[in-house]
């Protein structure tokens, strides 16, 4: 590595979907944890390299980043209480980085995989616009949803390490909160698996935000929801263009619970997966106007579930 690039010495551990030299693309599975190593780099390795970070470590994740682990792989447990789970899919780098081991991971995000074990570990979990990172050299799940970001320990070091991957020039801004526009979704708060505790603390950040000058809005989220509704089809069927042959050739080659959701994804055929594609286009507009109406849109982070219903 680069002994004079902006990131060195500091320490990345890496998701172990990602093509690292000399190792293998273990994706939670247990046979691709003994596969032959990688003959090169992914792109975002060998652009960590270069800048002079350290890449140490390799991290657990769900199976394939697809919504459940493989019974003969250990998940990766919440730094805060080794009982809860860290979450999903980049639990192991979430876990990491709680826990003090590094100031930074490498984690992936198809539907909710970066945003949900940060929530879990308390640390910054930063899933950046579509394709700002290179996705050659990372095992695929949905490549409509997929994207790589990052798992960190405070602001400061998301925005040194993704300035320095994308060639950016991104300072910290310190938010002026007189005027700030802030979204919020009022039916979030009435979902039932909203725990009381974390429906309390949002509505006292809210208050706080409102004494210091900020503007509260609520939005309207139709289009959130609608946009929602097309996700499953998406993802499981670009799921199943992914794994599929290899599910119907070597079944054994998947946990039991991985196998289950990507043969459910056998049964999306191609027409509701262009009609969800079709109306995701329509809806998107919609979407980025309720953005322009804001400057952040604040939310509580959902209990997590994974496009097929299963706990993440």
């Known amino acids: 590595r680069s002994l004079t690039g902006p990131l060195r010495g500091v320490a990345i551990a890496v998701k172990d979907i990602v093509d690292i030299k000399g190792q293998p693309r273990g994706n939670g599975n247990p046979h691709d944890m003994k596969s032959d190593p990688a003959i090169e780099d992914a792109p975002i390795i060998a652009q960590l390299r270069a800048l002079g970070a350290d890449v140490f470590a390799t991290t657990s994740l769900l199976e394939y980043a697809a919504g ?4 003969k792989v250990p998940e990766a447990m919440n730094p805060f209480n080794s009982g ?4 999903g899919s980049s639990g192991g780098s979430a876990s990491l980085v709680g826990a003090g ?3 930074v991971a490498v984690g992936t995000d198809t539907g909710g995989s970066i945003r949900i074990p ?10 950046p616009s579509y394709n700002s990172i290179s996705l050659v050299g990372v095992t695929p799940l949905s490549p409509s949803f997929d994207h790589l970001g990052l798992l960190a320990k405070d602001l400061e070091t998301t925005i040194r390490v993704f300035s320095a991957l994308t060639g950016k020039s991104i300072s910290p801004v310190k938010a002026k909160i007189d005027g700030l526009k802030v979204g919020i979704v009022k039916s979030d708060f009435e979902l039932p ?4 505790e974390v429906a309390d603390s949002i509505q006292e950040v809210i208050a706080k935000l409102r004494d210091a ?3 509260i809005i609520e939005v309207d989220n139709h289009a959130f929801q609608d946009l929602e509704k097309t996700f499953e089809d998406i993802l499981l069927f670009e799921a199943w263009k992914v794994h599929g042959e290899k599910v119907s050739s070597d079944p054994g080659h998947f946990g039991a619970e991985t196998l289950r959701l990507l ?3 056998k049964t ?4 509701r997966y262009n009609d969800s594609m079709a109306r995701r286009r329509e809806l998107l507009p919609e979407a980025l106007k309720i953005y322009q109406a804001i400057d952040v849109l604040l939310t509580p982070v959902e209990l997590g579930r994974a496009a097929w219903g299963e706990k993440v």
């Open 68 to 71: 459940a682990t493989n019974p």
């Open 84 to 87: 809860r789970t860290a979450g």
């Open 101 to 103: 081991v590094c100031d």
């Open 118 to 127: 940060a929530h879990y570990c308390g640390v910054v979990g930063f899933k």
């Open 193 to 196: 698996q909203l725990e009381k």
């Open 213 to 215: 000058g900020a503007e």
């Open 263 to 265: 043969q459910a994804a």
């Open 268 to 271: 999306v055929s191609v027409e």
